[in-house]
């Protein structure tokens, strides 16, 4: 199965809580209400990384029943606008936007990893 999503990577914040606070009040709620034909929202706290400290805070998975409807809603006037609340409350650097298609494979129980 193949589904189109905007992804937004976030830069670690110079400030978590003030980051935290304007990204669950102000922008969730945007993502919300103005991303017309999204399907579903993944939103992710980066912990670490096997190769130190992660470069990137947050990352935001917009899905989107096809590459056309992604594209019709990240050039309407809503699209815009989120994009640039994002810019705007990314305090440890501009927010890297990227447009991808997710190919999903599911597994069973009985699957299992080659030793």
Known sequence: MTSAKF????PCPKDIAAFEQAYQEEHVPMVSE???GK????MTKIFGSLKGA???YRVAEIHFPSMEVLSKCTMSQGGKETMAHATSISTGGEPIF???LEET?????T?????
Do not use: G
Request: net charge positive; aromatic share 12%.
């Open 7 to 10: 992804i937004e990577l976030y």
């Open 105 to 109: 494979v599911t597994f069973d129980k």
């Open 54 to 56: 992660p470069d990137f």
């Open 111 to 115: 699957s299992r990893v080659a030793a």
């Open 34 to 36: 103005k991303l017309v």
């Open 98 to 100: 990227l447009i991808a």
């Open 39 to 42: 399907t579903k929202v993944v």
